[in-house]
């Protein structure tokens, strides 16, 4: 990124937030990590969606 465009994104909405998730992100990552597939939590996602807040 040059530093025009990193005086770009300083301007974005929650630009440091952004730069938190990022970090997270790759902080989580584990090589040959073997995760449930996405259908294990739909019936969580279903409850969770359907709560009347």
């Given amino acids: 990124m040059s530093a025009e465009e990193a005086a770009c994104f300083e301007q974005l909405p929650f630009f440091?937030?952004?730069?938190?998730?990022?970090?997270w992100d790759e902080e989580g990552k584990v090589a040959n990590l073997t995760v449930p597939n996405?259908?294990?939590?739909?019936?969580?996602?279903?409850?969770?969606?359907?709560?009347k807040r």
């Avoid at 440091?16 to 970090?23: C, F, G, I, P, T």
């Fill in 16 to 23: 440091k937030e952004k730069l938190l998730m990022r970090h």
């Fill in 38 to 51: 996405l259908e294990s939590y739909k019936e969580l996602l279903t409850e969770h969606l359907s709560c």
